[in-house]
């Protein structure tokens, strides 16, 4: 019987290159950026189909697919998540914080790009947790959100309401989750009583 002995045990970065798209519909000027976090188990061609009748709405589109990849799938139908299935909320947590400074380095690199006025998150039920993080920790960066079928989770927002005071909401559920001709519409009025 041999012996071993640990000479090192440590940690590594790997990074994972994402898929995304931006869509530019209307007029010149400042003009709202939206950007899609599409529901876990999605990928970027499905999200691109449902949000496509979102995207009369005048303004940039950005669609970002989720990083990690489902590794049972075949590479075209391949689900995504923003978060793989960790157990410990810690690591849970960790991975939100990290997919979130993901998220922030691509708006970011778009900013100077484009003329967006505001910054409205939207998402749906299976990524509304990502969302809530994202406007918990940067409140300062986004201007409203709004989830189909999901609802917020607060836990990630500090009590201190006065952080968030600007931040607004929409929540679309039951029949109105489901994205169709009347979805812009409700969208763009909503947006306009600011």
């Not at 303004?59 to 489902?70: E, K, S, T, V």
């Not at 836990?155 to 489901?178: F, V």
Request: hydrophobic share 35%.
């Amino acid at each position: 019987m041999s012996k071993y002995e640990l000479l090192l045990s440590g940690k590594a970065s790997f990074s994972l290159e994402v898929p995304y798209r931006l869509f530019k519909t209307g007029n010149t000027g400042k003009q709202p950026l939206y950007v899609y976090l599409h529901e876990n188990g999605s990928n970027l061609s499905i999200t691109e189909k449902l949000t496509e009748p979102l995207r009369i709405l005048t303004g940039y589109h950005l669609l970002i697919q989720a990083p990690y990849p489902d590794i049972r799938a075949n590479d075209s139908g391949r689900a995504y998540f923003w978060i793989p299935d960790y157990e410990d909320e810690q690591t849970i947590t960790a991975a939100r914080e990290y997919v979130s400074e993901f998220l922030q380095e691509v708006i970011d690199g778009l900013l100077p790009h484009i003329d967006a006025g505001r910054l409205v998150l939207i998402g749906w039920e299976g990524s509304s947790n990502q969302i809530s993080y994202f406007c918990g920790t940067r409140p300062h960066y986004i201007n409203e959100m709004i989830l189909f079928g999901g609802s917020v989770n607060r836990s990630w927002m500090e009590q201190d309401s006065k952080r968030y005071k600007h931040l607004r909401m929409l929540g679309l559920s039951g029949k109105d989750a489901e994205i169709n001709s009347e979805t812009p519409e409700i969208i763009q009025h909503w947006l306009r009583d600011d």
